[in-house]
């Protein structure tokens, strides 16, 4: 019956046999008359006593056990299955909003003064990427970030001066086919905004939408491992003609 509310067959067989003794028993003879394995019963027993529905006592350095008697024990589990029933009652359940939708950017200040406004917001984890000029006049703003604590991870293209612990810088090569001017910035791994240049002006999107954000982090990764790979095996690579043409197909 103890399995109907929600006890394994274990602690059934466990409590069946504690009830039908009319003393308290040891762990040895409760594992005779339960038919619980030897290397399970004391963890059982265990969890009975947590459960309140066991009694223990010492004596001669043993360890004894007895069942809570059995119109108590119904008394109990009564009053917490009530208890379980008013909590259910009471508990307000709300899906947390999603936001998949896609802004269009244009303008270079408005992506400029958006991604202030953004980095500024962050209270976890900034990523953000691109060229060294476009991330000067932010670099303020991450350094503060940095220093209360929020993690800071830049990928520049191009040197760049600043005290970043996480710093990545990918110089370019004069072969580089798609290496584009844009800037990518990601929130507490929940928001990005990127932008590039297209046709000489500036364009972009920001957006919360998840698969959207888990791709740019990902592209973001994707961009510090090859800029790290190219720069600690740069010579090797460079030497090799056909991984040299495929790196510089790459946007980063």
Known sequence: ?????????????????????????????????????????????NRLVEKGLLLTSHQEKKKFYSALPLDMTIEKLTLEFETHIDELKDRKYSLPPVDEQVWSLQNKQSIHSLLHKKVEQATRSIFISGWNKDLESVLSILELKSKEGIKVE????????????HLHVLYPDEGHEALEQYQLVIIDEEEIIFAGVEQELWQGITTKSRPLVKFFTEFFQHDVALTEITKKYEKTLMEDEEIKEILMKLRY
Do not use: C, N, R, W
Not at 7 to 19: D, H, I, K, M, N
Not at 22 to 37: C, F, H, M, N, R
């Open 154 to 165: 830049l990928l520049s293209v191009g040197s760049i001066h600043t005290d970043l612990k």
């Open 1 to 45: 019956m103890l399995q109907k509310f929600g006890f394994t067959q274990y602690e059934s067989q466990v409590f069946e046999a504690l009830t039908g003794s009319q003393e308290p028993l040891d762990a040895t003879t409760i594992v005779k008359y339960s038919g619980v394995p030897k290397s399970k019963v004391y963890e059982v027993l």
